[in-house]
């Protein structure tokens, strides 16, 4: 177990590693000089800072120790600054970090409980009635918009029936504390989570209801049924288990899309995340800002990553941990 | 070939997403006939509701715009994305999963790494990353949608070719001296398609969600009209005019989903053992 943990963590600081260089060049695409497009806009016009980023990143040093300097830079968490927004990248990422982290984890609970659910409905009441219903339901949220459908739910309940806030954390100036405050924070996150989640919420129906349905056929689960085991017993312990192998799977390739999908919806709701920094970032074109929050969505896509190849071989009961 | 158009049609979601597709390309290849104005242009009063007026059936955005004519110009923009950043992405993703499934061994583990790298990266946020450094422009566009959606296309291609490479027929033409490129191109190539017309059907639909939110977020071709620019510009004034987001919505979302139900058909279609071990 403990060397299969080592290993994943030494790739993914590889890959890690990988996407830090590739930000070093993704800098160097942009027109025009890097030490300007670092500064942004902004410090274009200031030749005093334009010369101190070109002295602490050595841009007038050859290219492969450029590229030594930046990494070092990263390594020690250093992302730079930001002009525009005059605090260091590392920092405004910091502050920003939890909600967004609030927001996407509640949103992958959302749509996996429901994803599940409404997946093993649809393949326990197979061509009927209520599976045709999920099924075509599953369909219209998939090919829907985010930040479509994010406004939708404005329309609908904010504008129309006044019942959620349309944007941000929390009631502003309401200096609300202890229980009414997380009540403030969980009514402004609704919305935002709901969004974020009935895409994924789609995509799980889809994958639990045909995964259970191929799993159904299998020998084991005759044998089990052969046992005298209940419908409800093999349902559960034998169909769900593994038909969920899959759907974790899943939920690994798509946490970058959550992420993805964070910064439209945080950018609608102007929920004050990494993905509406990112946003803001894109809007005064702060590429310092904007590579920085790039590599922590990075590298927090890698975690996650992590985390359900672990769980991955918790669930699946023909997987062990090589000793 | 027959074979295949009968059990497309037999599949009602092939059918319909048939249909749907059917008509979206000929509004955007015949729609902006009719439509010989530019849709950038003011042709009533600002925030003018719809269907109040015949000429302008689904109302003006708030500087007096034509939303119908921007509908039905978008619907050029953003199947023209979808379409070309996919087959992109195919010239891209095919050879490389081609070459790794066929050399095997140290080529085919390099190619994978670096595969497996572009598929850890958060696809959005790099596509993001790539507009703005690029800057906004169909070409830009194009590009970082394909950088982001070859990977599936290489594991895929890089599968078939891998179970493929030992049939017998490839080894006969491997034995009579037939160059690779030969072999790969004429041999196995042909014979892995059908899952990877499934996967580019599916691939478009993502492709326009992604033109789409791209848009939205002010990273469209600032020349070139599109659905998720529509829904972005009429963001700030919906408490005002619903109609300015609502209406570019309903046509990405039923293109997005003409394409994924042709999806479906043409997996049914092409892989009849599949769909009917029921899904």
């Not at chain 1, 690994?252 to 959550?258: A, E, F, P, Q, R």
């Not at chain 2, 993001?128 to 296309?153: C, D, E, F, H, K």
Request: glycine letters at 8%.
């Amino acid at each position: 177990m403990l060397s299969f943990v080592t290993q994943r963590v030494l790739k993914g600081v590889i890959v890690l590693l990988a996407i830090v260089v590739l930000n070093f060049f993704l800098i160097r695409l942009a027109p025009g000089d890097p030490a300007v497009v670092m500064a942004g806009e902004a410090g274009a016009s200031d030749p005093v800072f334009v010369k101190q980023l070109r002295e602490k990143f050595g841009l007038d040093k050859p290219l492969p120790e450029q590229l030594l300097i930046y990494v070092k830079g990263v390594a020690s968490l250093d992302l730079g600054f930001s002009f525009r927004q005059q605090a260091p990248v590392a920092k405004l990422i910091g502050e920003r970090l939890p909600a967004t982290l609030l927001l996407t984890l509640t949103a992958f609970a959302i749509s996996l409980m429901l994803g599940v659910l409404f997946g093993t409905f649809a393949a326990r009441f197979a061509g009927t009635f209520l599976d045709t219903a999920i099924t075509v339901f599953a369909l219209i949220f998939y090919a829907m918009p985010i930040f479509w459908v994010a406004l939708m739910g404005i329309l609908l309940f904010s504008v129309t029936m006044d019942w959620l806030p349309s944007f941000g954390y929390e009631t502003v100036g309401a200096n609300l504390t202890g229980l009414a405050h997380a009540v403030d924070v969980a009514k402004h996150l609704i919305m935002p989570a709901m969004t974020l989640g009935l895409f994924f919420m789609a995509t799980y129906t889809r994958m639990t209801r045909a995964s259970m349905l191929e799993v159904k056929r299998l020998d084991f689960v005759k044998t089990a049924r052969a046992k005298g085991l209940s419908d409800a017993v093999i349902q559960r312990r034998h169909v769900l288990r593994n038909a969920l192998l899959p759907v974790v799977t899943l939920a690994g390739v798509h946490s970058g899309t959550l992420i993805g999908g964070a910064v439209i919806t945080e950018t609608v709701f102007a929920w004050p995340g990494i993905g509406r920094l990112m946003y803001d970032a894109l809007l005064q074109r702060d590429y310092n800002l904007l590579l920085g929050v790039f590599v922590i969505c990075s590298a927090m896509v890698l975690i996650f990553n992590l985390i359900t190849d672990l769980v991955y071989r918790l669930v699946d009961p023909r997987i062990e941990f090589a000793s | 070939m027959k074979q295949f158009w009968k059990s497309m049609l037999r599949s009602p979601s092939g059918v319909i997403g048939l249909i749907i597709l059917v008509l979206a390309i000929s509004i955007a290849v015949f729609g902006p006939m009719l439509f010989p104005n530019s849709p950038w242009r003011m042709v009533q009063r600002p925030f003018l509701p719809p269907f109040t007026l015949s000429t302008v059936p689904l109302g003006t955005d708030a500087l007096g715009r034509d939303v119908f004519a921007g509908m039905i110009f978008g619907a050029r923009v953003s199947l023209l994305v979808g379409l070309v950043s996919t087959l992109v992405a195919l010239v891209v993703g095919v050879p490389i999963g081609a070459m790794a499934g066929y050399f095997g061994g140290k080529t085919d583990d390099a190619l994978m790494r670096f595969t497996e790298f572009f598929q850890t990266i958060p696809s959005f946020a790099l596509a993001i990353v790539l507009v703005a450094i690029l800057q906004p422009s169909i070409y830009s566009i194009v590009a970082s949608i394909a950088v982001v959606s070859w990977p599936p296309v290489a594991r895929l291609v890089r599968g078939e070719v891998l179970s493929l490479r030992t049939r017998e027929y490839v080894q006969a033409a491997i034995v009579t001296g037939q160059s690779n490129t030969w072999i790969i191109l004429r041999e196995i190539l042909p014979n892995a398609l059908s899952p990877v017309i499934v996967l580019a059907s599916l691939m478009v639909a993502t492709a326009i969600l992604l033109e789409s939110s791209l848009a939205f977020l002010g990273l469209g071709d600032p020349n070139l009209i599109s659905w998720g620019y529509m829904v972005g510009a009429g963001r700030t004034v919906i408490r005002q005019a619903w109609w300015i987001t609502v209406f570019p919505g309903v046509a990405i979302l039923i293109s997005v989903l003409g394409l994924n139900l042709i999806g479906e058909g043409l997996n049914d279609a092409l892989n009849p053992r599949l769909s009917r071990e029921g899904r």
